[in-house]
């Protein structure tokens, strides 16, 4: 199973980008899809999930600026960001959780720099 993420770039502050990860390999349900966010110096820490069902959870600091979507079909992923702002630069990590079993699987990060 591997997970491709992709939008990453540089941006000025308040503007916005949009972040893709898909799943491919072998065939998996997932249930949980997630973004994390790393940035120099700190832990990673989730931005947001969606459920299967489509239930959302956000991280204090981006609610109102960012939504999470899916495309259960696709196996997809994406992220719209707006209003971006210095603290959102950092390596953005897709992440999914299979319906069954312990695995956990992530992307390789997208770079995204928000310049003031």
């Known amino acids: 199973v591997q997970l491709q993420a992709s939008g990453g770039g540089l941006v000025q502050a308040g503007g916005s980008l949009r972040l893709s990860c898909a799943v491919s390999g072998r065939d998996i349900t997932i249930n949980i899809m997630a973004w994390y966010r790393q940035a120099p110096g700190k832990q990673r820490e989730l931005v947001a999930l969606?459920?299967?069902?489509?239930?959302?959870n956000y991280a204090d600091s981006v609610k109102g600026r960012f939504t999470i979507s899916r495309d259960i079909t696709k196996n997809a992923v994406y992220l719209q960001m707006s209003s971006l702002n210095a603290e959102d630069t950092a390596v953005y990590y897709c992440?999914?959780?299979?319906?069954?079993?312990?695995?956990?699987?992530w992307g390789q990060g997208t770079q995204v720099t928000v310049s003031s």
């Open positions: 969606i459920t299967r069902g489509g239930s959302t």
């Open positions: 992440n999914a959780q299979p319906a069954f079993g312990p695995a956990n699987y």
